[in-house]
């Protein structure tokens, strides 16, 4: 669901000026796995203010921009709690990056979180081809401050998670895998995929 665009510019008129550099950016965006949806290039523009006085410039960048990044503005917004935020909320959320990131802006956060994240849990995601290393765990209140979701799911925090007017909430009740063995944790994986998969599918 990654998107790229070129823009460029360049001194020269040179009918060539721009095969080299676009073949270069689709590349590179193939190799961070994102589609290529175009360029927009520009010669003659020698000066800072060159590209201002063009006639056409400033009006295309908006229409693309309107084009690329209007989709993820109307995602739904999706917040996976659970009362650590180290293990389950982590694994739906990423999941769900993983397989609608250009229709849903996921979320995680714990009614009760704690410092770090689980190893065990960033183990079995590797496996998946999903990093995790990089994420924290949050509060709800904090995610909240930045976020208003449009629904909620709960993986099994009962009472302790937030009861937000007008927003649907879902409780999928699966067991806490954090002091679990591996094998166990691969279990849990596996489900919370098994209803993102589903989720998505079922996303209007």
Not at 9 to 19: M, S, W, Y
Not at 90 to 116: H, L, N, V, W
Not at 191 to 200: F, G
């Amino acid at each position: 669901w990654r998107h790229s665009f070129l823009l460029a510019l360049g001194a020269t008129r040179g009918k060539n000026l721009f095969e080299g550099v676009t073949l270069t950016a689709k590349y590179f965006f193939d190799a961070v796995g994102a589609g290529f949806d175009g360029s927009l290039t520009y010669r003659q523009i020698e000066e800072p203010a060159d590209i201002a006085k063009h006639p056409t410039a400033l009006r295309d960048v908006k229409e693309k921009a309107r084009m690329l990044v209007g989709p993820f503005l109307n995602r739904k917004k999706i917040l996976f709690v659970c009362r650590e935020n180290a293990c389950r909320s982590q694994m739906a959320s990423a999941f769900a990056r993983y397989y609608a990131g250009d229709r849903i802006e996921a979320e995680s956060a714990g009614s009760q979180p704690i410092s770090e994240i689980n190893t065990l849990m960033v183990e079995v995601m590797k496996e998946k081809g999903i990093d995790m290393a990089f994420r924290r765990t949050k509060s709800i209140e904090e995610v909240l401050g930045y976020m208003k979701p449009d629904s909620i799911i709960s993986m099994g925090c009962g009472e302790e998670c937030p009861y937000i007017h007008g927003v649907p909430m879902q409780d999928w009740n699966l067991s806490d895998p954090s002091d679990k063995p591996i094998d166990f944790m691969r279990e849990v994986r596996d489900e919370i995929e098994k209803r993102v998969e589903k989720l998505t599918k079922n996303l209007h």
